[in-house]
């Protein structure tokens, strides 16, 4: 029996444990939720192990957090997280910061599997030059990490020289072994002062990283930044790689405040790839920054590389749309990046000799833009190439515009313009399949909207030699062909949307016989019904093959509905509705009791869930998703 004891002693102590944090509580307390601990370095310190979870409730914490433990793949995460409902705060109001680099609100040194997750993070700041204060700062050897849903906000340096730095989140990967599965997503990040350095950053030896759906502005330096070659870790490695950039909105990131670059500077990029490689830039929506997308390197002999930027949004930026290249003839190169499917507005809003929807600078080598839109604005400035050594580029199928027409297109290589695609594509043979013309998007007044009019001739107007594989999404995670070919831009065109233009014309997808419950061909199904399962919505002879009956189970009728399911409408479901007073319909769960596929056609027969009676009754709906 004494055996027996001490393996069950030894099997509960392995368990993992949920603790408790409470701005009321007192760190002398058990832990429990009932008995919680006062701050979170006493969790820390409490020895947390694998599969352990920290809760901490609403509330104001004025401490620095240094997470010491690990979890485990077998184990599970230590997880740092707030209270559902509640939003713990860590504030640094009445901290110094630490003259030091491995600084940070949260500080994670050498550890793997943690999350840190629905927390505020403020006000630490400093006018220490040499201090350098850092929201959540991971460092060392750094692997399985989550960073989710934190809020992070004025964490600022504020001497006055500007020549300080300070971050929001950071991952400096400093040794010879990489930090690698890095998520940091759901993040809003604000109102930081960083002098050189950046909003969020992954720096050095960082690999098998994701960057997502993180909101980043108001910042005065640049606001997501991926960096090789600056010494952080052994040469060799030194060069963060093999990551995604996606579905992040940036905003408001300029330094012409910030006293490191000096008054009226406007060089802050909203995403930037400062010699890494291997990266993945797409659907973002980056606007009202200095620059939008930078793929540089600021380091001579050294190279951002193999970049790809594709089904952004990126408008109202600056001085540019997309830069590349090193900044001057003595910095880095931009190689065998590719940028293709976005959509460009208004990157040229001071008109200035260095500003365009695109900007080459230096060394800008085998790079490839194609099935891009780009809108300049009242500049007219389409595209610049600054500096010498830009060479093995293409440029084709691109769809560009500017509102003084096509002969006042300005182009610009190395100083020699040419007005007009047309004398571009002469003087330079680039742009030879590309075309002119208004890209149409849906912006209505002072809202900008980059998507697409079914009008538009980025419709449909991509190179028929793309082959569009499995996978490959929109700015909006649509099928990236919707028409007979992908649309140009970041925007491909609804599914329902292209299927209207097909049906009615491109030019009378507004008219009164294509609204989604009109029956122009009055076979009683109307249009997004006749979409959804395939039918002619101009033809009562093309029968849309549904079918309606009952079914009777344990002596209870059920209503069945058996329909086709159109392969190509890709965004349509189906949903039956049931009402007691043929007013309100409410969805209601079915059965499904068949499906057949023949000759690439599906048909497929559901039943309601519940009896058919006096006062009930059922239908079939089809709808689309936005």
């Known amino acids: 029996m004494a055996l027996a004891a001490w393996w069950l002693c030894g099997a509960i ?15 002398s307390n058990a832990g429990t939720e009932a008995s919680p601990w006062k701050t979170i370095g006493r969790a820390v310190s409490a020895g947390l192990r694998p599969g352990d979870t920290v809760v901490v409730r609403g509330g104001v914490y004025s401490e620095f957090v240094r997470v010491t433990a690990s979890g485990s793949a077998a184990g599970g995460r230590i997880t740092f997280k707030n209270y559902p409902g ?106 930081l002062v960083t002098g050189w350095s950046e909003a969020l950053v992954l720096n050095g030896n960082v690999e098998r990283f994701e960057v997502t759906n993180n909101t980043v502005h108001d910042c005065n330096n640049i606001g997501i930044d991926f960096i090789g070659w600056e010494g952080t870790a052994p040469a060799a490695v030194d060069q963060v790689r093999d990551g995604v950039c996606r579905g992040n909105t940036v905003y408001n990131i300029t330094s012409t405040t910030n006293p490191a670059y000096g008054a009226g500077n406007y060089a802050a990029g909203g995403i930037y790839c400062d010699g890494a490689t291997r990266v993945v830039i797409e659907q973002n929506r980056v606007h009202h920054c200095d620059i939008g997308i930078e793929l540089a390197s600021e380091h001579q002999g050294k190279s951002t590389s193999f970049i ?23 910095k880095g190169t931009s190689e065998n990046c590719t940028v293709e499917f976005n959509s460009f507005w208004n990157n040229d809003a001071f008109g200035w000799d260095g500003s365009a929807e695109v900007v080459f600078q230096y060394y800008v080598m085998n790079c490839s833009f194609q099935h891009n839109v780009f809108h300049s604005g009242a500049y007219n400035r389409q595209m610049v190439v ?28 190395e100083g020699a313009g040419a007005l007009g695609l047309a004398a571009w594509r002469a003087a330079r043979g680039l742009e030879v399949n590309s075309k002119f013309g208004n890209p149409k998007f849906t912006s209505t007044g002072t809202t900008v909207d980059l998507h697409l009019l079914p009008t538009s001739p980025a419709v449909d107007a991509c190179n028929p030699a793309r082959v569009v594989v499995a996978g490959e999404l929109d700015f909006d995670s649509r099928w990236r062909v919707t028409g007979l070919r ?6 491909e065109l609804p599914p329902y949307l292209a299927w209207k233009a097909a049906t009615f014309g491109a030019a009378n997808t507004g008219a009164a016989t294509a609204a989604d419950n009109a029956d122009p ?60 007073d043929l007013k309100t319909w409410v969805a209601e769960p079915v059965v499904e009791t068949g499906r057949v596929v023949s000759g690439g056609v599906t048909v497929v027969t559901v039943r309601g869930s519940q009896p058919l009676g006096l006062d009930r009754f059922y239908r079939l709906r089809a709808q689309v998703s936005p």
Not at 13 to 27: E, F, I, K, P
Not at 129 to 143: D, W, Y
Not at 390 to 405: A, F, H, K, R
Request: net charge negative.
């Open 486 to 491: 992908a649309d140009l831009g970041a925007d």
């Open 521 to 580: 061909d009055k076979d009683g199904s109307v249009n997004v019904m006749e979409y959804a399962m395939g039918s002619g919505a101009l033809s009562a002879a093309a029968k849309s093959g549904l079918t309606q009956g009952v079914v009777l189970l344990s002596g209870k009728r059920y209503a069945t509905f058996t329909y086709p399911v159109s392969a190509a409408a890709k965004d349509a479901t189906f949903v039956v509705e049931a009402s007691t």
């Open 86 to 191: 509640e939003v713990p705060i860590l504030d640094g109001t009445t901290l110094t910061v630490p003259p030091e680099q491995d600084s940070g609100a949260f500080l994670l040194s050498g550890v793997s599997y943690v999350t840190i997750q629905g927390f505020e993070i403020r006000n630490y700041t400093t006018t220490d030059p040499l201090a350098s204060p850092v929201g959540i700062h991971m460092t060392g050897v750094v692997r399985n990490i989550d960073i989710r849903n934190n809020h992070i906000h004025h964490i600022q340096n504020n001497d006055p020289t500007g020549e300080v730095t300070a971050h929001g989140i950071a991952v400096y990967g400093s040794t010879a072994t990489s930090c690698r599965d890095i998520i940091i997503d759901g993040n809003h990040l604000h109102d």
């Open 13 to 27: 102590s392995a368990l993992a444990g949920t603790y408790y944090v409470s701005a009321s509580g007192l760190n």
């Open 308 to 330: 790809t930027v594709r089904c952004n949004f990126i408008y109202e930026n600056t001085t540019g749309g997309i830069y590349l290249g090193g900044y001057n003839s003595r």
């Open 386 to 413: 600054l500096g010498t050594g830009c060479t093995g580029n293409v440029m084709d199928w691109n769809l560009w515009y500017c509102p003084g027409g096509a002969g006042a297109a300005y182009y610009e290589w």
